[in-house]
């Protein structure tokens, strides 16, 4: 776990490894391997910063991101690298939590405080895994995927 902010050229997490972040990790480049997890519960919500935050994001299948809070996904479209079947866990979203042009793996929404929300603009167009709906706030909230995210202009 770590409680302060700071800077750190490649983070490499082993099988096994649990890293929490409860402050700002610059990262050059992240890796999180088979088995192991990097929770995120800061909240990056600068929008001039977004997911620059981490350089290289990648993810091997069966490593999990557990994205803990309402900021951005770090790294950006052409940057992130998520094997079919790794794991990105949303426990909390905001505006920045599904960059368009991203290829996912597989996708976990438990949002027990969620706001309410609309995917549009092709940001969960391409999942490469399953696609799960655990919890999605109260009764009176809602989660609507546009059509853009479902059906590709095919020529």
């Known amino acids: 776990t770590t409680s302060i902010s700071d800077t750190i050229s ?5 099988p096994g ?13 992240l890796y999180i391997q088979s088995f192991a997890t990097f929770e995120q519960t800061y909240a990056q919500t600068n929008a001039t910063i977004g997911g620059t935050y981490v350089g290289s994001f990648y993810i091997k299948k069966d490593g999990t991101w557990k994205h803990n809070n309402a900021g951005f996904l770090p790294g950006s479209s052409g940057t992130q690298y ?3 079947y790794s ?8 505006g920045g939590s599904f960059p368009g042009g991203t290829n ?3 996708v976990i929404l438990d949002v027990p405080t969620a706001p309410n929300l609309i995917i549009n603009a092709a ?4 999942i490469h895994g399953d696609f799960i709906i655990r919890r ?16 590709k202009e095919r020529h």
């Open 10 to 14: 490649d983070l490499y997490l082993e």
């Open 17 to 29: 490894s649990y890293i929490t972040a409860s402050q700002l990790i610059t990262i050059n480049k």
């Open 82 to 84: 998520f094997e079919p």
């Open 87 to 94: 794991i990105q866990w949303f426990l909390g979203v905001g």
């Open 104 to 106: 996912w793996g597989t």
């Open 123 to 126: 940001s969960l167009s391409s």
């Open 136 to 151: 999605w706030g109260t009764s009176t909230n809602y989660f609507y995927i546009s059509l853009c995210n479902i059906f």
